[in-house]
């Protein structure tokens, strides 16, 4: 049971062709990564499924239902969320505030002026605890450094209780140290909470151990699919990242 | 938590002494009364301005446009019509105290209820931009607004128009019935908006101004919380707008109604110099620069624009984040190195 399915999607700058005809399944409950050169089409492939920007021609399906143009907070309702390469927190507000943001929160008129249920805060100060930022909840979160805002973001992201995270890069720029513990904390959450994974990443060591099923994207289309090992040993990925 | 003890204790002082004000000092009855005012449109700005990173020139619009519609239903309510070939603007209507009371009452509530309606309609329309292309489009808005009323023979066009006259068989008199109205109005409004941003709603909107690529990618529908937090807005200043109105006895397109280098741009003033973006900040910087209006005005007049200025250049320059955001920021740069000697690093 694939929870998304894009086909043969294409997207296009201007003459810029960023992506052309590239298809990729995601199963239920899996981790699958996407890795490529600098510039290759990665985080447009994010775009196009998150909906940031109408593709050119293609589907994406996703939990069943055709999401190519749906708006952006309605495909996140859906339970599909993204986390960004630069980090996007809420810098003037508190860490507990910015998880409280990032439930689920009733549009109505209600809202206007009833705080947040206990639960919510209690679910926040738990996943505030499991990324290890618990001690620091009441700092801004501008105030935080880059690993900590990309561990506050991740937080931010299960608050949602998501069937599906799109994450771009979330080892990049964070410490050697902190990465082991985001790599257990990324399979905790697959296999505790059964959400799918789809990973961006640059960083080899990471990705390889952490996938199941790896894509290499280069040059805007699909270079080459298969298991980390088959990956690895794929000449047609070596010559891409070494620019032949 | 020392300096929030001590805010309360004022605020809980602070009330019976308002409420005697206009007894113990009646020369400043409209003095005061003006506070209020600047307290409502400043609070009112701050919604959108401050709370939500959205600054807007336009705001007086809806000032103007519950002055107007209340001034019409307060004229035609019980008076039966206008004669066609009268000079709308020198129709002076006197009621009964009881049909006074009521068409007020009438005209501030249909004023807000418009002036929500156009908000909805506006907002729908611009509040879909970003930051400054919102800011830029809003620039016209009371302009547009003035040169309309000043066409429609209906609300007396560019003459204006007069208010009902104060019923003299009151108790109370009009000065003193004025100032606990805008009294009233700017602690509701002061409640009403400190439950707001405790909410779900205060900090989605808050969460607009840090960062709304990410509130939209979470899910929040950000132009439909924009619409929402400008129409509250609306709700409370054209109620003010209604209520000065009849304050001055005289509405004016210009001038008046739609003044944009005055009441429009105080507005915006006010919040900024106070804090924006924090709920005290927009309430400290009306008193300040009000009083501070007046007080140049009396000793230095001529050169009062002057002082009025450098005062507001030295606040902006000493204190970036107005009067109030300053203390904020001493507060939670307190709770960083505190959180940072917990921590023991």
């Not at chain 1, 050119?56 to 960004?84: N, V, Y």
């Not at chain 2, 109105?245 to 210009?254: A, E, L, M, R, T």
């Not at chain 2, 309430?283 to 620069?289: H, I, K």
């Amino acid at each position: 049971m694939n929870i998304l399915t894009v086909k043969s999607v294409a997207k296009s700058y201007g003459g810029v062709v960023a992506n052309h005809n590239v298809s990729l399944t995601v199963p239920q409950g899996k981790i699958v990564g996407i890795i490529g050169p600098n510039g290759s089409g990665k985080t447009t492939l994010f775009n196009s499924i998150v909906g940031h920007h109408a593709i050119d021609s293609g589907e994406i399906h996703f939990d069943g239902q055709e999401i190519s143009s749906m708006t952006i907070p309605k495909i996140a309702r859906l339970g599909m969320l993204r986390t960004f390469q630069q980090t996007h927190i809420y810098g003037k507000m508190s860490c507990v505030k910015n998880m409280q943001i990032s439930s689920d929160i009733d549009a109505n008129w209600r809202s206007i002026f009833s705080p947040f249920p206990k639960e919510v805060d209690e679910m926040a100060d738990e996943l505030l605890a499991f990324v290890g930022l618990y001690k620091k909840r009441f700092l801004l979160a501008g105030d935080l450094s880059f690993g900590q805002q990309k561990l506050l973001e991740f937080a931010m992201a299960l608050m949602k209780k998501p069937k599906m995270l799109l994450l771009d890069e979330p080892t990049a720029g964070v410490n050697p140290t902190l990465i082991n513990g985001l790599i257990d904390r990324l399979r905790q959450v697959n296999e505790e909470k059964g959400i799918t994974l789809l990973v961006i990443e640059h960083n080899m060591r990471v990705i390889m151990n952490l996938a199941e099923h790896i894509y290499c994207v280069a040059g805007g289309t699909m270079l080459a699919e298969g298991k980390p090992d088959d990956i690895q040993n794929d000449q047609r990925v070596i010559d891409a990242y070494l620019g032949n | 938590m020392t300096t929030k003890i001590k805010l309360n204790n004022l605020i809980w002082l602070g009330l019976p002494i308002i409420v005697v004000a206009p007894l113990l000092l009646p020369g400043y009855t409209t003095l005061m009364t003006y506070i209020w005012v600047m307290i409502v449109l400043a609070l009112t700005w701050d919604m959108l301005g401050g709370q939500t990173g959205y600054t807007s020139f336009g705001n007086i619009t809806f000032f103007g446009v519950g002055m107007y519609v209340s001034a019409v239903i307060q004229r035609d309510m019980f008076t039966s019509g206008i004669d066609r070939f009268e000079r709308v603007s020198e129709i002076v209507v006197s009621l009964s105290a009881s049909e006074y009371f009521i068409s007020l009452g009438t005209g501030a509530l249909a004023g807000g209820v418009v002036a929500v309606l156009l908000a909805v309609i506006l907002g729908s329309g611009i509040l879909g931009m970003r930051g400054h292309y919102f800011a830029i489009c809003t620039l016209g808005l009371g302009h547009a607004a003035a040169e309309i009323a000043s066409g429609i023979d209906y609300i007396g066009a560019g003459s204006g128009m007069v208010t009902p006259i104060y019923p003299e068989d009151v108790v109370l008199g009009k000065e003193i019935f004025y100032f606990y109205v805008f009294f009233l109005l700017a602690l509701v409004t002061f409640v009403v908006f400190k439950k707001i941003y405790k909410s779900q709603f205060g900090l989605a909107l808050n969460a607009i101004r840090d960062n709304e690529n990410k509130a939209e990618s979470m899910g929040i529908h950000t132009t439909q919380y924009k619409v929402a937090g400008w129409s509250i807005s609306a709700f409370f200043l054209a109620i003010a707008g209604a209520g000065v109105g009849n304050v001055i006895g005289f509405i004016d397109p210009v001038e008046i109604a739609f003044a944009g280098p005055t009441f429009g741009v105080w507005m915006i003033v006010m919040a900024i110099l106070g804090g924006k973006g924090t709920l005290w900040g927009p309430v400290v910087g009306a008193c300040v620069l009000y009083l501070s209006k007046e007080v140049f005005w009396t000793y230095l007049l001529g050169w009062d624009k002057v002082a009025l200025g450098l005062m507001i250049v030295v606040i902006v320059v000493y204190f970036p984040k107005g009067i109030f955001g300053w203390v904020e920021e001493r507060k939670q740069f307190n709770k960083l190195t505190m959180s940072q000697k917990g921590d023991g690093q």
